[in-house]
């Protein structure tokens, strides 16, 4: 499958566009009044940005993404642009100038956005070195990080790894991840956030035992048959006695 983190910003931004939508309605609600949150090169802060003119929350936003800062340069948000060395197919700022700015910030909440996140190997993952460094020290100077990861990007793996699940405070996903799933980051102590799902522990605990109630039903009917069956050719065999007895005697008769 390809891997779209391998497009360009303006061709990526507009790929599994509602996935992007549903994980920034979840994000701007983990936003409390007075945050400074920074908004990295995902294009999931594209969408982030476009329902923070709306927010009537005061905040700050710090961000090395530029559409980001273009849209929100029509808000009555309070907003600070790093810069550093354009990175042309990313659409934004990234290398040593830009983690020279960062380095003097301290944020409450970070959303950063990931190509791949490996569960098995504890792994977050980026392609860029540079975007990976960066992302590194913003997590490093950030009370709370989370993670805008579309469902897919458990799929796919990128080259560079930046983070540990672990590292991060939250996870925030399109939609609701599988009870399993659920179950193997547990062990990273990181919070997941999704679209609301009635599926709950007691779900898969009904489900179970519905299986294990048809099962034993199908084993008893199982055995059912075999038995009919065994009485059958019990059945059978006296039938046949019966008809030779009967033959026997109409030939001593006749």
Request: proline letters at 1%; one cysteine or more.
């Amino acid at each position: 499958k390809e891997n779209v983190q391998r497009k360009l910003a303006s061709q990526r931004k507009n790929i599994n566009l509602d996935a992007k939508k549903n994980i920034a309605k979840k994000a701007i609600n983990i936003i409390e009044p007075g945050d400074i949150i920074f908004l990295d090169i995902s294009t999931s802060s594209i969408e982030m940005a476009k329902l923070l003119i709306n927010e009537q929350k005061p905040m700050t936003v710090i961000t090395n993404m530029l559409e980001v800062i273009n849209i929100l340069v029509s808000s009555n948000i309070n907003v600070i642009f790093i810069g550093g060395e354009l990175d042309y197919g990313h659409d934004g700022f990234v290398g040593s100038l830009t983690n020279q700015m960062i380095d003097g910030f301290r944020f409450d909440k970070a959303f950063l956005g990931v190509v791949g996140v490996d569960i098995n190997d504890n792994s977050v993952m980026t392609y860029m070195p540079a975007d990976a460094q960066t992302k590194k020290l913003v997590l490093s100077h950030s009370k709370e990080t989370y993670m805008l990861c579309e469902s897919e990007k458990f799929n796919q793996i990128g080259n560079y790894q930046y983070a540990k699940i672990d590292d991060f405070y939250g996870l925030i996903c399109d939609k609701d991840l599988s009870l399993g799933l659920h179950k193997e980051l547990k062990q990273y102590d990181i919070d997941a956030y999704a679209v609301e799902s009635t599926k709950t522990e007691s779900d898969l605990a009904a489900l179970e035992k519905n299986l294990a109630i048809t099962t034993r039903d199908y084993e008893d009917t199982n055995r059912s048959s075999e038995a009919l069956k065994a009485k059958y050719e019990r059945q059978q065999d006296s039938l046949n006695s019966l008809d030779t007895q009967i033959s026997a005697l109409r030939d001593e008769i006749s």
